[in-house]
């Protein structure tokens, strides 16, 4: 069998690797991939970008693949399992219209709303229908969105209304393109944010194992936001108790409810909530792929079959797979080029990554290339150090030491991933 992964950061890395343990599977193709997938036995990358979908049909029947996994949210929200399943080829995703979870924010909180599954109260606008004094009577802070998709970078967090009232401005004005010509401003929650993932197919969905990522660049939750800085897996917030909660009020109405509105959701199912001090999940945002960084620790973890359980998943096959995990906890730290989540200059050499090799765990690459046989920098978050241990506190230890092994100029990583899981453990 043949596998053609979609998208070229961390997390395609992580699908690549994970694919390439299969049974049956003889190679895995990566479109277009990074150096870290160029340079794993048994994958190989195709030179065709993530969002030309014409391009990528022609490799899937060119090569004969089997199964295309879509990583990045992009080719989903433009519809490239329509295309594909129209095709006659299995591609794993939602289609577009259910991919509208994660491209309009404002879809999804109508869907939300109108299927009273929790989430933060809110109201959308255009300029066209603006209400400022609607915005000047809601308490602050206020979180303001561009509901398209603006690459994980189109939420403010509004501490007072002058700032919400500039920021929605500045949206209406082109700060996200045709992102921000819709804004959604709702409340802010407090509590811890938990990731919660599925692969959802047909009547089925089976949870991946609980992770939790790090969204701010700085040690201590500091700085701006990001793609996210690391993650472990599992994550102690999400107990048994709140596990079958978020299943049974968040999971399964969102499923049955796509499946009522004639959008049955197949694929990566990713809920971003927060847990409120009484244990209340609400969603924060969906999206419609696995989250990055969190595939490089859950998928270090997984021991099932991942290409099996993805064409269970298409053919409504779940019911017959459970999950099977390592019982060690992962943790993964991100390596980014200097001046992320800014501008960043590709092209600086990665060095160690062989050393690293040797060591225990497994170094992702995101934001990587080979130019004449050397690993270069070519993105914001250049790579992922994932280790495992007994404990998270081990798992840290162990990425930590990859971390340590690999170098790049200017590499900026936090030092305290993990740090919450760690301030639970007795
Ligand atoms: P999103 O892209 O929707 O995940 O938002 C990015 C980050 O902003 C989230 O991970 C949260 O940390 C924060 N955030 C988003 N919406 C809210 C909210 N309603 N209340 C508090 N924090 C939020």
Same mark, same amino acid.
């Given at each position: ?297 859950? *998928? +270090? /973890? ?9 064409? !269970?998943?298409? @053919?409504? #096959?779940? %019911?017959?797979? &459970? ?29 160690? *990554? +062989? /050393? ?9 690459? !995101?934001?990587? @290339?080979? #130019?004449? %046989?050397?690993? &270069? ?50």
């Amino acid at each position: 069998m043949k596998v053609l992964i979609v998208g070229n950061g961390g997390r395609e890395h992580a699908l690549a690797w994970c694919c390439t343990r299969g049974k049956g599977v003889t190679e895995v193709l990566v479109a277009p991939g990074n150096a870290g997938t160029g340079t794993e036995p048994g994958v190989r990358n195709v030179p065709v970008a993530a969002t030309d979908i014409p391009g990528l049909i022609a490799v899937a029947r060119a090569e004969g693949v089997d199964l295309t996994i879509i990583g990045p949210e992009t080719p989903l929200v433009m519809g490239v399992v329509d295309e594909f399943t129209a095709a006659g080829l299995r591609c794993l995703g939602p289609r577009r219209a259910a991919a509208r979870l994660e491209g309009s924010k404002a879809f999804a909180k109508e869907f939300l709303l109108r299927h009273r599954i929790p989430t933060a109260r809110y109201r959308s606008f255009t300029r066209a229908d603006f209400d400022a004094d609607w915005v000047r009577a809601q308490p602050a802070p206020l979180v303001i969105k561009a509901s398209g998709l603006a690459a994980g970078k189109g939420v403010v967090i509004a501490p007072d209304t002058a700032t919400a009232l500039a920021t929605i401005e500045d949206m209406f004005a082109g700060r996200f393109g045709a992102a921000g010509d819709t804004v959604v401003v709702e409340e802010f929650l407090q509590g811890e944010e938990a990731s919660f993932i599925v692969l959802a197919g047909g009547a089925h969905a089976m949870p991946f194992a609980s992770s939790q990522d790090h969204k701010r660049l700085g040690d201590g939750d500091s700085g701006p936001n990001t793609g996210g800085m690391g993650a472990y897996s599992p994550a102690p917030v999400v107990t048994e108790a709140l596990h079958e909660r978020i299943m049974r009020e968040i999971i399964a109405p969102t499923l049955r409810a796509l499946a009522i509105e004639g959008m049955p959701y197949t694929g990566f199912l990713y809920a971003g909530l927060m847990i409120d001090a009484s244990g209340a999940p609400r969603v924060i945002e969906f999206n419609c792929r696995f989250g990055d960084p969190e595939a490089q620790a859950v *998928l +270090a /973890r997984l021991r099932s079959d991942l290409p099996a359980l993805c064409n !269970a998943a298409i @053919e409504d #096959r779940l %019911g017959e797979y &459970v999950m099977e995990w390592d019982p060690r906890a992962a943790l993964g730290v991100v390596m980014a080029a200097e001046g992320y989540p800014g501008t960043v200059q590709n092209g600086r050499e990665v060095s160690g *990554l +062989a /050393r690293a090799a040797e060591l225990p765990g497994k170094v992702f690459q !995101a934001g990587t @290339e080979l #130019r004449d %046989g050397r690993v &270069v920098t070519s993105g914001g978050r250049v790579l992922c150090a994932v280790g495992l241990g007994a404990d998270v506190g081990e798992a840290q230890r162990a990425a930590y030491a990859l971390v340590d092994c690999v170098a790049f100029p200017g590499a900026q990583y936090r030092h305290d991933i993990g740090h919450r899981a760690l301030a639970r453990t007795p």
